[in-house]
């Protein structure tokens, strides 16, 4: 089976990062990875399948957090290897910037761990692409100082994504903004992914464990791509996502990606442009909350 390979895309050009949560084991990665390889391969758009080796956040000590960092690897190269996908996975400590990035093609900075400076910068140097997921605590303008860390060590234009993943609002829950998609988009001279499945998620709603409102990921994703300032989504997805060991309440099925990226993919290539408040404004020129 011949993939889609996505090593160097277009900026602007329709991608999507899924997989599951964590790696359960080689077996459930592994079918994941293959279902998701000829799922987007019909789709005719390109995957970068992400899968975290450890998940160092978790709201309970008893949770699940996945194989570890020399196992998870050799996992995701045995993925990359045998189907040809690109790989993401996330890092939260300085030390692994280096290991994960003789595998993984791109790096994630947690939304929870995007001001720690030190790990921005030993990712920086790996000179591989970067995921930076903006904080539940930031603004979106907030993004540029994240960016501009990575830049002071890898200036590299298009090597850094910034990801929009839901607000803190209140207790338990999470809010999008959309207007920060476009916002993100002009102050940071980034591509702009938006996190469907993460969005959704009721953090530590479950007391000792995350809940979430599934339900609302296609309405989120196509709001996000309506926009016009997204260049890729971001979910999570499993096979039988009742099963998954981590984020159960927020997966897609893989069973209905394929009526969702048709739908997707349409919808971007639809609105696909500068990002603009549709006002023919320049959203960066908007006032911020603090000047009006």
Same mark, same amino acid.
Request: glycine fraction near 8%; hydrophobic fraction near 45%.
């Given at each position: 089976m011949?993939t889609?390979r996505?090593?160097?895309i277009h900026p602007?050009?329709?991608?999507?990062?899924? *997989?599951?949560?964590v790696?359960?084991s080689?077996s459930a990665?592994l079918?994941?990875?293959?279902?998701?390889?000829d799922?987007?391969?019909?789709?005719a758009?390109?995957?970068?399948?992400?899968?975290?080796?450890?998940?160092?956040?978790?709201?309970?000590?008893?949770?699940f957090r996945?194989?570890?960092l020399?196992?998870?690897?050799?996992?995701?190269?045995?993925?990359?290897?045998?189907?040809?996908?690109?790989v993401?996975?996330?890092?939260?400590?300085p030390?692994?910037?280096?290991p994960v990035a003789r595998?993984?093609?791109v790096?994630?900075?947690?939304?929870?761990?995007c001001r720690q400076t030190?790990l921005?910068?030993?990712?920086?140097?790996t000179?591989?692409?970067?995921?930076l997921k903006k904080?539940q605590f930031?603004?979106?303008?907030?993004m540029d100082n994240v960016v501009?860390?990575?830049r002071?060590?890898?200036?590299?234009?298009?090597r850094i994504?910034?990801?929009?993943? *839901?607000?803190?609002?209140?207790?338990?829950?999470?809010?999008?903004d959309?207007?920060?998609?476009?916002?993100?988009?002009?102050?940071t001279g980034?591509?702009?992914v938006?996190?469907?499945?993460h969005?959704?998620?009721?953090p530590?709603?479950?007391?000792?464990?995350s809940? *979430?409102q599934?339900?609302?990921?296609p309405?989120?994703a196509?709001?996000?791509l309506?926009t016009?300032?997204v260049? *890729?989504?971001?979910?999570e997805?499993?096979?039988?996502p009742?099963?998954?060991?981590?984020d159960?309440?927020?997966?897609?099925?893989?069973a209905a990606?394929?009526?969702?990226?048709?739908?997707?993919?349409?919808?971007?290539a639809l609105v696909?442009?500068?990002?603009t408040?549709?006002t023919?404004?320049?959203v960066?020129n908007?006032p911020?909350?603090?000047?009006?």
């Amino acid at each position: 089976m011949e993939t889609v390979r996505t090593a160097q895309i277009h900026p602007r050009s329709f991608f999507c990062i899924a *997989g599951p949560c964590v790696i359960e084991s080689r077996s459930a990665a592994l079918r994941c990875a293959r279902m998701l390889a000829d799922i987007f391969q019909a789709a005719a758009i390109p995957l970068y399948f992400k899968a975290s080796f450890d998940k160092a956040n978790r709201t309970s000590a008893a949770s699940f957090r996945g194989p570890g960092l020399s196992e998870g690897l050799e996992i995701l190269a045995e993925i990359k290897a045998t189907l040809g996908l690109p790989v993401l996975t996330d890092i939260h400590e300085p030390w692994q910037a280096e290991p994960v990035a003789r595998v993984a093609d791109v790096l994630q900075i947690p939304a929870l761990l995007c001001r720690q400076t030190d790990l921005i910068t030993a990712a920086a140097a790996t000179g591989a692409q970067l995921h930076l997921k903006k904080g539940q605590f930031l603004a979106p303008w907030d993004m540029d100082n994240v960016v501009n860390k990575a830049r002071a060590v890898a200036p590299v234009a298009g090597r850094i994504w910034v990801c929009e993943r *839901g607000t803190a609002f209140g207790y338990n829950n999470l809010v999008v903004d959309m207007r920060s998609l476009p916002i993100m988009a002009q102050t940071t001279g980034c591509p702009v992914v938006f996190d469907a499945t993460h969005s959704v998620q009721l953090p530590g709603g479950l007391g000792s464990s995350s809940g *979430g409102q599934p339900e609302f990921v296609p309405a989120l994703a196509q709001a996000a791509l309506a926009t016009g300032a997204v260049s *890729g989504l971001f979910f999570e997805t499993h096979p039988e996502p009742a099963t998954a060991r981590c984020d159960a309440h927020t997966m897609l099925p893989c069973a209905a990606l394929p009526a969702l990226l048709a739908r997707w993919k349409a919808l971007h290539a639809l609105v696909s442009g500068p990002a603009t408040t549709g006002t023919g404004l320049a959203v960066a020129n908007a006032p911020r909350p603090w000047t009006t």
